[in-house]
């Protein structure tokens, strides 16, 4: 969608290169080949030769002589001699009659010299000059010298984005605020017999892959306006002031085009927070105050619409998201189930599948996926089709893309001795039958031992009928005692522990640890906050905002919640030990098994209990 020239050698990148071979030439090549004529020879042949009456030419140089024969066929040799103290030199040059102080060579015309010397170089210099001012006007984007930070804002107009908000599948709302915003620039006279003010901007937050970009550019296709797109890191420049005279020029190309759009891409990068930390950038805050400044300058009538896009909304300036610039933040979220759906569905619309597809079940095991991990997922079931040799996509190749893109591929030849493979069966099964024991908790999907890429070497798929909003505090340790049932079965079944419950124990952590910290669900600490989160789209971290003392009493209290449900594990394992050994003997004989394989045999061996006891 957006152009690029191709950038060709202008035609004094060619000329400097002639002059440079050119002054190689005569600079290094001539002189060596004169050179080549000349013959070293030292000062007792010269002697001899000169006694002998060969010799008919001398000269003196500075520090050799040089004198000139004539060989056999009568060609003229030039030898050189290393000059000696010798002061009868001119004497014996007379008595053999040679012309001496003769210049053998000639020299090169006093124009040429000084047309080598001196004009030569200072043409170099200044072609070299010239080239340098050009391609840095290039990166500044402007024609001549004197107009630096000429913007290079792309134009995007309607058809070329070649995305519609039919491409964007879920995020109803996201698309019904800025419908309405390219609405506005459609016909703002419906807007304005009201009264009511274009909003001047909008900011498009939310965690990476959920379509911010997607629907920036779904605006674009909407809206029959221009567009203009940028991206924040195409502000900052090495030197201080270029991004604001971007920043400048943007503007003023907007509001001569107006109505239309402005689109800033990750503008984190230059709204950052403004602080008097040591590593304040002068550069970005010169261009976020002149950003702030144009946001402020221009008319809102006028209809220019300032989008921007961002997941690191916390770090934001808050002078740039006060109304009046930014008034307006759509959320852009992960999608939920339904929408999920959608998102598959959008994007198989150009792949062949096969009819009997159920989005559903695949929706369904992707809580959690953003919609561009869906869009990946489906792109992988189609190579996996291809690679398979079918022509449709089948249900089994989107359950395997989903694991995938979860926990890699399958390392099909990784080395694992049969005892390690026993010790991952009951692992997973130990995971499987605590989370099947306890109420309120997600039914087993899938039980596998196949080693992925992630390096997992076996994994216990939970799948919930529909996407959870609230979790109880009972769900929460539910949840942290299946976790630790990995752990559970091997000590109870090998007497000793592996080190293949590490994810366990960070996940456990974690859970354990935001009861504590943030769900206020420990015994002691009630409804009190004793952790912030920044940076919550992205990964979000921690800090605590408590004392050393309360600290400590955290970590105490996290480790009662874990060890709790180590215990409840532990037990639940013990009263199923049976069923325990069935099911890890079934899964390493079958090394994947389904959730509802699983569960039959777990009802099974209930019947059987329940028949055994008269
Ligand atoms: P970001 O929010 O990080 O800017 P993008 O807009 O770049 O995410 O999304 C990346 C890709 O993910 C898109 O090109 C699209 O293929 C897919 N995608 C993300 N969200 C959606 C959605 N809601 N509907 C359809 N496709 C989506
Ligand atoms: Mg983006
Ligand atoms: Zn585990």
Same mark, same amino acid.
């Given at each position: 969608m957006q152009e690029q020239k191709t950038p060709k050698k202008p035609l004094i990148f060619y000329t400097i290169l002639v002059l440079i071979i050119l002054l190689v030439l005569n600079m290094v090549v001539v002189p060596m080949l004169m050179r080549a004529q000349i013959r070293e020879a030292d000062y007792s042949s010269f002697l001899a030769d000169l006694k002998a009456g060969k010799i008919e030419q001398v000269q003196q140089q500075d520090d050799q002589i040089l004198y000139l024969e004539k060989d056999e066929n009568g060609r003229e040799i030039i030898y050189a001699a290393g000059l000696m103290n010798d002061p009868q030199l001119v004497t014996r040059l007379e008595e053999a009659g040679v012309t001496f102080g003769a210049v053998v060579q000639e020299e090169m015309s006093p124009f040429v010299s000084f047309l080598l010397t001196w004009i030569l170089p200072i043409v170099i210099f200044a072609v070299i000059g010239q080239l340098m001012m050009r391609s840095l006007q290039k990166r500044m984007g402007g024609p001549n010298a004197m107009t630096f930070g000429k913007s290079n804002a792309k134009i995007y107009v309607q058809a070329q984005t070649g995305k519609t908000f039919a491409d964007v599948a879920g995020e109803d709302e996201a698309k019904e605020a800025l419908t309405e915003i390219v609405d506005f620039l459609h016909e703002p006279s419906k807007y304005q017999k009201i009264g009511a003010v274009l909003p001047k901007g909008a900011l498009l937050v939310g965690p990476p892959g959920t379509g911010k970009t997607l629907l920036a550019k779904a605006v674009a296709g909407e809206a029959d306006v221009p567009f203009f797109s940028i991206s924040?890191?195409? $502000?900052?420049?090495? $030197?201080?002031?270029m991004g604001a005279a971007k920043v400048r020029d943007l503007f003023k190309q907007a509001q001569e085009k107006a109505p239309c759009i402005v689109f800033i891409d990750e503008i984190d990068t230059i709204g950052k927070r403004r602080d008097n930390a040591l590593s304040s950038n002068d550069e970005r805050e010169q261009t976020l105050n002149q950003l702030l400044t144009e946001m402020d300058g221009f008319d809102g009538k006028k209809g220019v619409v300032i989008l921007g896009a961002t997941n690191r909304p916390d770090s934001l300036d808050p002078a740039l998201l006060r109304p009046g610039r930014f008034d307006r933040r759509i959320p852009v979220e992960l999608p939920d189930l339904n929408g999920r759906k959608a998102i598959l569905q959008v994007h198989s619309r150009e792949v062949q599948m096969e009819d009997q597809v159920d989005f559903t079940a695949i929706a369904r095991a992707t809580s959690g996926a953003s919609g561009a991990q869906l869009a990946n997922i489906i792109n992988e079931a189609a190579l996996r089709a291809v690679r398979m040799g079918r022509t449709q996509v089948n249900q089994s190749d989107l359950e395997e893309s989903v694991e995938v893109v979860i926990a890699?591929?399958? *390392?099909?030849?990784a080395v694992i001795t049969p005892k390690e493979k026993e010790i991952v069966a009951y692992h997973e099964i130990g995971h499987a039958l605590v989370a099947a024991r306890q109420s309120e908790s997600a039914p087993v999907h899938k039980i596998t031992i196949i080693p992925r890429t992630s390096g997992a070497l076996g994994y216990t798929m939970q799948v919930d009928e529909t996407d959870r909003v609230l979790m109880t505090k009972e769900e929460l340790f539910n949840r942290i005692a299946t976790l630790t049932g990995g752990r559970a079965a091997e000590e109870l079944i090998f007497g000793t522990f592996t080190s293949g419950a590490s994810n366990d124990i960070e996940q456990a952590t974690k859970l354990a640890r935001s009861m504590v910290t *943030?769900?206020? +669900?420990?015994?002691? $600490?009630?409804? +009190?906050?004793l952790e912030t989160v920044s940076n919550q789209y992205l990964g979000g971290d921690a800090s605590l905002t408590c004392s050393a003392q309360t600290a400590a009493r955290i970590d105490d209290e996290v480790l009662t919640i874990i060890q709790k449900a180590h215990e409840k594990a532990i037990s639940i394992l013990k009263e199923n030990n049976e069923v325990l050994h069935k099911l890890a003997h079934y899964l390493l004989e079958k090394e994947t098994i389904t959730g509802e394989e699983f569960m039959d045999i777990l009802n099974a061996s209930q019947q059987a209990a329940v028949c055994l006891e008269p």
């Open positions: 924040g890191s195409e $502000f900052v420049e090495m $030197f201080v002031g890699g591929y399958q *390392r099909k030849n *943030r769900l206020g +669900m420990s015994a002691s $600490f009630d409804m +009190m906050a």
